[in-house]
């Protein structure tokens, strides 16, 4: 079982950057892919970025591709989404993943554990 807590969200205006973390409770987090995943209100789960054990592969969703970059610090147990030019229709609660290994296909992308989520709000 692995838990995950969501750190780093809040308000803030378009076009700013924010970074958010993931901290994993397990031993074994540099065997684990890790994910952020978000909900807008309204709208369905949907896939943000992964990164494979070692951070040496990313895949991302269109929509967030060349804006939004994650990655992780096997030595501390976190993974990280930093978000750069952000727009209004970033905002959603986001979610931290963990899995086995990554799949390029959804719904769940491989992964398996999922955090509470942190709320991120971007207005115009």
């Known amino acids: 079982q692995v838990q995950l807590l969501e750190s780093g969200g809040g308000l803030l205006q378009a076009g700013g950057s924010l970074r958010l973390s993931c901290a994993a409770s397990t031993r074994t987090f540099s065997t684990y892919a890790m994910g952020w995943f978000r909900q807008a209100p309204g709208k369905e789960h949907e896939f943000v970025a992964v990164i494979n054990w070692s951070g040496g592969s990313t895949f991302y969703a269109d929509s967030v591709k060349g804006r939004f970059s994650i990655s992780r610090d096997n030595a501390k147990n976190t993974v990280y989404l930093q978000m750069n030019s952000l727009k209004p229709e970033d905002t959603a609660v986001y979610y931290c993943?963990?899995?086995?290994?990554?799949?390029?296909?959804?719904?769940?992308?491989?992964?398996?554990?999922w955090g509470k989520g942190t709320l991120v709000t971007v207005s115009s």
């Open positions: 993943a963990a899995g086995a290994s990554y799949i390029r296909r959804g719904p769940s992308y491989g992964m398996d554990y």
